[in-house]
């Protein structure tokens, strides 16, 4: 195990196998890439090869000088990602790593159905400019990425953003602030179309989105930011039609939206605290289950693995502040949060 290690994404494709990604404090410039892989459900976790890369702390290049990630995902035990800005894979099971040259910053990757999609900025990361975002996309097993869609030209940045989400056959992507496209088949790459943003009627901001199934949409629309609040609301959309389903607790600004295909719904928040917030009627009541008192550090993939298991990591690591971060995981769909020590 990597010295000291800090979670700070996760990547879960069973509900017994995982990988995280995280900072190993103990090297030069205290930012080198981390990567650990667990196959019994978090119980015990082991060191895995990294790419040659920093860790993109709190939104800085690493003080290594190496080329910065701060994400992983993968599709099966074999074929991974790491990104942001910078593109790494592998299809070995992270003995190996390549580097994937890309014309910009890889801001979004997910995974579904055979598939790699990636959402790509023009712009250095923290660096806004004015340019289209691209969505390329890549078979899962290895190949070279190719554009699929572009965006209208805007103002945007290399910041990681979660502007996409697959669930074959289906998939969205937001390529810019209201250029919302899907297609409803991945294997298709002209199949993706303008899509009518499901936050625009709510006078709202598309924060967050996830298709749990492939007929469902829900979004997580903010705005009316004041005082370490704000208005989320969650947007439901099946077949084209969009649906308030239901507001969330004011506390804290809006951060991301995992559901299951039952209807169960997690909210991360955060402003002077921490909050995740549970629905489990589809978005229109709901409850906090967790509250942290840690001035606002956040969380970083929400997402459920299972129609109970879910996972989550709580803060950001990385210098200079090296704050503690920890993986948390639900086995009661969301009721409640554990702590899964790493190490």
Same mark, same amino acid.
């Given at each position: ?66 080329? &910065? ?68 996309? &890549? ?54 179309? &303008? ?125 200079? &502040? ?22």
């Amino acid at each position: 195990m990597p010295s000291g290690f800090l979670p700070g994404s996760v990547t879960f494709v069973s509900a017994t196998t995982g990988f995280a990604l995280g900072v190993a404090p103990s090297c030069p410039g205290g930012s080198c890439a981390a990567l650990v892989r667990t196959t019994d459900g978090g119980a015990t976790w082991v060191g895995l090869t990294a790419p040659a890369a920093g860790y993109e702390a709190h939104g800085a290049s690493p003080a290594s000088g190496l080329p &910065a990630v701060d994400e992983v995902r993968f599709a099966d035990p074999l074929d991974g990602w790491v990104f942001g800005p910078a593109l790494f894979a592998t299809h070995d099971g992270a003995r190996t790593w390549q580097q994937v040259k890309t014309a910009g910053s890889v801001v979004s990757l997910e995974t579904s159905g055979g598939y790699v999609d990636a959402v790509i900025s023009p712009c250095p990361v923290e660096t806004e400019c004015a340019g289209p975002l691209r969505l390329e996309q &890549a078979p899962a097993t290895g190949g070279g990425f190719a554009t699929v869609r572009t965006g209208p030209s805007v103002m945007s940045s290399g910041i990681s953003a979660l502007d996409l989400t697959l669930h074959a056959p289906v998939g969205f992507a937001l390529l810019g602030s209201g250029a919302l496209f899907a297609t409803e088949n991945l294997a298709d790459p002209s199949g993706w179309n &303008a899509f009518a943003g499901p936050c625009a009627s709510a006078g709202l901001s598309l924060a967050s989105m996830v298709a749990p199934n492939a007929t469902t949409l829900y979004s997580l629309c903010s705005g009316n930011g004041a005082a370490g609040s704000s208005t989320k609301s969650v947007v439901v959309t099946v077949n084209g039609k969009s649906t308030v389903a239901g507001s969330t607790p004011l506390g804290g600004d809006a951060e991301a939206l995992a559901a299951t295909a039952s209807g169960t719904l997690m909210v991360s928040a955060a402003s002077g605290a921490s909050f995740l917030y549970r629905s489990s009627d589809g978005g229109h009541t709901w409850s906090t289950v967790e509250t942290y008192d840690d001035g606002g550090e956040g969380f970083n993939d929400l997402g459920f693995t299972t129609s109970t298991q879910g996972v989550v990591v709580h803060g950001l690591p990385g210098p200079p &502040a090296q704050e503690g971060t920890q993986l948390l995981m639900t086995h009661d769909a969301g009721a409640s949060w554990q702590a899964v020590p790493i190490g």
